[in-house]
């Protein structure tokens, strides 16, 4: 796996997101960056390396990363009603501007305070504030899928992702290739 490195000699490996904490086997919790022993991850790790007693107390890499093919994808259900509650809150804010200015205002404000990117409980505080404005933001909601259903082609959205997918794999090969050079005049022949 690129990116994890096991030292013989260290107790626990933890990768994060582009940075990597070794703690020693001492058990002092410090790091080899500075103030370290002091921050704390908020994220669970992403791999880590831990000492297992099977083989001759051999080490094991946890690796979260990854999806199994047995996923049941309710991680893209989510992202996809969060998507559609931020589309939904820009569509709306875009009627209250033209039509209602001080609606628009008090919305602007409340949107600038609250993620709508984080769908449930967005709606869940603006129901509290402005329930005839979350019913709004609902419906609009609701309306978007519904136009987004008609004009999704799957097949098509299949394509692009194996597109994209291939010229990805063909750049990085083209950064990877050494090309002869053509100065066939500098060798040197027996």
Known sequence: MAGVQVMPAVGAVDVGLGRRRVAA?????????VGDSKRRSRRPAACSVRHSRGRRGSLAIVCNLGGTYEDDFSDVDKQLMNYFTYKA??????QLYEMN?????????????NKPTEGKFFLRALVKERQELAERVMITRLHLYGKWIKKCDHAKMYEKISDENLELMRERLMETVIWPTDDTSSEKIG
């Open 25 to 33: 086997a001492s058990g002092s919790g410090a790091g080899i960056f």
């Open 89 to 94: 809150v820009r569509t709306v804010m875009t």
């Open 101 to 113: 200015p001080p609606s628009y205002r008090w919305f602007y404000n409340f949107v600038a305070v």
